[in-house]
């Protein structure tokens, strides 16, 4: 199934915009290898009861509006499309931001380019930690499912552990020759998995700091990973290797090729070509969605890397990937959009666009439940309300 509709945009700050008498805003609609078609949204005064009107031209239809969000119909495709505006911009850092993660206790974790990795509080933004020990760019930084351990990698090919309350770093682990480009945490963590430029995807026991075994090898720079459970379980001999029985590692290779493999067996289970970089990957429903250079998103089946569906609505890289509830994920990309979709066919023709960049790329995407945070290349941190998001959805 391929899904062709528009991507519609609005001016960053559209949300201060419409609070104003007789202002406007841009909003253009763009179709994949076409011009991009622009209009105005206009606001005037209502002179009966002094309220404030906004206009749209004929090629939209207004639905609703709040302080954070603005509903439209886009009039010629039938897309609707909601605007969702951040609850807080966080300024923590002072260069683009790489790499974001949040825990359910407020923490956050996150990277830049001025080589800091930071744990602060989501609610307030202030910065509890500068965890400082990593040669260079970190790449990517997450939190252990406890809330208080941080996971950090990046260009100086080692993955290092940080307690988050007291900022120390125990645990180092050392084994890539090259930049380490994406980490996940297998169940509570006893295990991490880390996918590099070196073309190695390795298992590591955190306990004793070293690794266990290559995943996967041989196929070339990986850029992304993600991992999903699998019914074919199989009995791990290994004590220190925990959680691994039933897991399946997804990988995505500047290649273009997604690897699939299980873990425990150290068996690939399928390699499916794409025709670009693959940059970002996720598990949304048994199934894999994979985001490429060309700005195409597939989802392919977990069983055997067949095409169910593909998004080739913007010709923008797709730079990151989140899972959110209810079959919904969100896609960041280098012009600065992110976009909320969701794999249930009833929710083919709607989509969120979560608003506040000014053509900066969304170089990673953190979901805690409650919050969705997007980090930016302009050096903001943005938090939505994931209840703006879902109410669309619903």
Request: aromatic share 6%; proline share 3%.
């Amino acid at each position: 199934m391929r899904h062709e509709m528009p991507v519609v945009t609005i001016q960053c700050d559209w949300n201060e915009v419409i609070r104003l008498p007789n202002a406007e805003a841009w909003i253009s609609s763009k179709k994949l290898y076409e011009n991009s078609i622009h209009d105005k949204i206009k606001t005037t005064v209502n002179k009966g009861d002094g309220k404030i009107k906004i206009n749209f031209s004929d090629n939209y239809s207004y639905i609703s509006h709040g302080n954070l969000n603005l509903v439209v119909k886009h009039m010629s495709s039938g897309l609707k499309v909601a605007f969702v505006a951040p609850t807080k911009d966080h300024k923590v850092h002072n260069k683009a931001v790489l790499s974001i993660s949040t825990a359910e206790n407020a923490l956050a974790a996150s990277s830049c380019e001025d080589d800091k990795l930071l744990v602060w509080d989501t609610r307030n933004s202030e910065i509890l930690l500068d965890l400082k020990g990593h040669g260079g760019p970190i790449y990517r930084c997450r939190f252990f499912p406890s809330g208080i351990v941080v996971l950090s990698a990046g260009a100086d090919g080692s993955c290092r552990i940080w307690s988050a309350e007291s900022g120390i770093n125990p645990v180092t682990l050392k084994g890539h020759t090259m930049a380490i480009t994406d980490i996940n945490i297998v169940e509570k963590g006893r295990n991490v998995i880390s996918v590099s430029k070196d073309g190695s995807a390795k298992l590591w026991d955190v306990g004793e700091s070293k690794c266990l075994d290559n995943v996967i090898e041989g196929h070339g720079p990986i850029n992304c990973c993600a991992i999903a459970i699998t019914t074919d379980e199989v009995e791990v001999e290994n004590e220190r290797e925990v959680g691994t029985s039933n897991k399946l590692l997804v990988v995505g290779c500047e290649s273009g090729l997604v690897i699939c493999a299980h873990v425990a067996k150290r068996q690939e289970l399928f390699c499916k070509q794409l025709e670009s970089a693959c940059n970002a990957c996720i598990i949304v429903n048994d199934s894999i969605i994979v985001g490429c250079t060309t700005g195409e998103i597939f989802q392919l089946n977990l069983k055997d890397g067949s095409i169910i569906s593909e998004w080739h609505e913007s010709a923008s890289p797709v730079l990151s990937l989140a899972t959110l509830p209810n079959d919904m994920f969100a896609v960041g990309r280098q012009d600065g959009t992110c976009t909320v979709l969701s794999l249930q066919e009833a929710h083919s023709s709607i989509r969120v666009q979560l608003t506040g960049p000014d053509c900066d790329g969304i170089r990673d995407i953190a979901f805690n439940g409650k919050w969705l945070l997007t980090a930016c290349r302009d050096s903001v941190i943005r938090k939505y309300d994931y209840n703006q998001i879902n109410v669309h959805y619903k």
